[in-house]
């Protein structure tokens, strides 16, 4: 994948709560192309080794349990800068921090539960997007 790149998951508590519209509307409006996307639901070994960087994490079990526990909506997107423009627009990992109008402001609901994922850098953008997605299924 390349540098104006990034992967991002609409993840279980935000797909529940009816919030793949909102969120999607604003990632568009902030400019980014989505490139990939699907509807899908992580198995519990999915979940695993997506987050296997927060394997010795006291909260890996409960991450884990809460990444699986229902579909979930993956895509790529595309935009100059996408990684850190799109943490931008997510927010703090803890809602409570997170910026006035970002995602996870507008639609977390705790620092477990918290809507949306953004890769954190070019590489694990690229690692996540291939985990997720065929050559063929980006455009
Ligand atoms: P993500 O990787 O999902 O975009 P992030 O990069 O903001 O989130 P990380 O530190 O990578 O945050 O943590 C990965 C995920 O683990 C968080 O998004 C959240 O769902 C969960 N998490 C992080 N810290 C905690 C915590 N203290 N308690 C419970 N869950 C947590
Ligand atoms: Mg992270």
Redesign the pocket.
Known sequence: MIANRTFT?I?PDAVENGHIGGILDKITSAGFKIVAMKYTQLSTRDAEEF?A??KE???YG??VE??SRGPIVAAILEKDNAVEDF?AL?G???PAEAAEGTIRKLYAT?????A?????SDENAAIEGAFHFAGREVF
């Open positions: 998951m993840k987050y960087v927060h994490r006291p909260f409960e991450l809460f990444m943490r997510i703090a990992t803890n705790s620092i477990g539960e918290n949306v994922h953004g890769s954190d």
